[in-house]
């Protein structure tokens, strides 16, 4: 006598696709949210004077916790992380030195601002570090820090040094007012710099 092989019946094969369907879906709800993408605006405040020669503005230098397209956001206790739901536009000291440039072309009459590799000749080299860029939720505040060094491109020389900071309140942590504190804060530091530049290297170094 010849033993016959149950064949799967069709309503435990139903089953089946619905438990397949069921966790397939399941893995697509629980994957992470999309981000919303935010950018920063550079002011375009006309401040007179101009920038002395040709000016190369670098990539501002960051620690690794800065070199993102996220934000940052540091508890009482020092412990970092990130804004959730949120990006920014462009790689963060990418995006800093972009505004940067924009906002010299427009509060300055400058012969000439550019970056590193434009091929030109320049007569110096607007170097900065990116110091802080977060919100700190205990005291409810954007804070943004960046030191700016001129340096003499053939000398080397550093002829103007300077530290820059601001800090604007953010209220309730959450994206779309975390940006727009920081994006205020960054508008204060960068005519700032675009006011010390335009003042020239004599007025700088004081």
């Given at each position: 006598m010849t033993s016959r092989v149950p064949l799967l019946?069709?309503?435990?094969?139903l089953r089946g696709v619905v438990l397949s369907g069921a966790l397939?879906?399941?893995?697509?709800?629980g994957?992470?949210?999309?981000?919303?993408t935010y950018d920063l605006s550079a002011p375009r405040a006309r401040l007179g004077g101009s920038i002395p020669g040709q000016v190369v503005v670098a990539t501002p230098a960051a620690i690794q916790l800065y070199q993102s397209d996220r934000i940052v956001v540091r508890d009482a206790a020092g412990?970092?992380?990130l804004l959730p739901q949120a990006q920014l536009a462009d790689q963060l000291p990418a995006l800093i030195q972009a505004r940067m440039i924009e906002t010299f072309e427009n509060a300055t009459r400058t012969r000439s601002v550019s970056r590193p590799g434009d091929r030109i000749n320049p007569d110096y080299q607007?170097?900065?570090d990116l110091r802080a860029f977060r919100i700190d939720a205990a005291s409810g505040?954007?804070?943004i820090e960046i030191s700016a060094r001129l340096v003499q491109d053939r000398t080397g020389q550093v002829v103007a040094a300077r530290?820059?900071?601001?800090?604007?309140?953010v209220g309730a942590i959450e994206a779309a007012g975390a940006v727009r504190a920081l994006d205020e804060a960054l508008d204060v530091i960068l005519v700032d710099m675009a006011r010390w530049l335009a003042a020239g290297r004599?007025?700088?170094r004081a």
């Amino acid at each position: 006598m010849t033993s016959r092989v149950p064949l799967l019946a069709p309503r435990s094969l139903l089953r089946g696709v619905v438990l397949s369907g069921a966790l397939a879906l399941a893995g697509c709800l629980g994957g992470p949210a999309a981000l919303t993408t935010y950018d920063l605006s550079a002011p375009r405040a006309r401040l007179g004077g101009s920038i002395p020669g040709q000016v190369v503005v670098a990539t501002p230098a960051a620690i690794q916790l800065y070199q993102s397209d996220r934000i940052v956001v540091r508890d009482a206790a020092g412990a970092v992380s990130l804004l959730p739901q949120a990006q920014l536009a462009d790689q963060l000291p990418a995006l800093i030195q972009a505004r940067m440039i924009e906002t010299f072309e427009n509060a300055t009459r400058t012969r000439s601002v550019s970056r590193p590799g434009d091929r030109i000749n320049p007569d110096y080299q607007l170097a900065t570090d990116l110091r802080a860029f977060r919100i700190d939720a205990a005291s409810g505040e954007a804070v943004i820090e960046i030191s700016a060094r001129l340096v003499q491109d053939r000398t080397g020389q550093v002829v103007a040094a300077r530290v820059f900071s601001a800090r604007r309140p953010v209220g309730a942590i959450e994206a779309a007012g975390a940006v727009r504190a920081l994006d205020e804060a960054l508008d204060v530091i960068l005519v700032d710099m675009a006011r010390w530049l335009a003042a020239g290297r004599a007025a700088a170094r004081a």
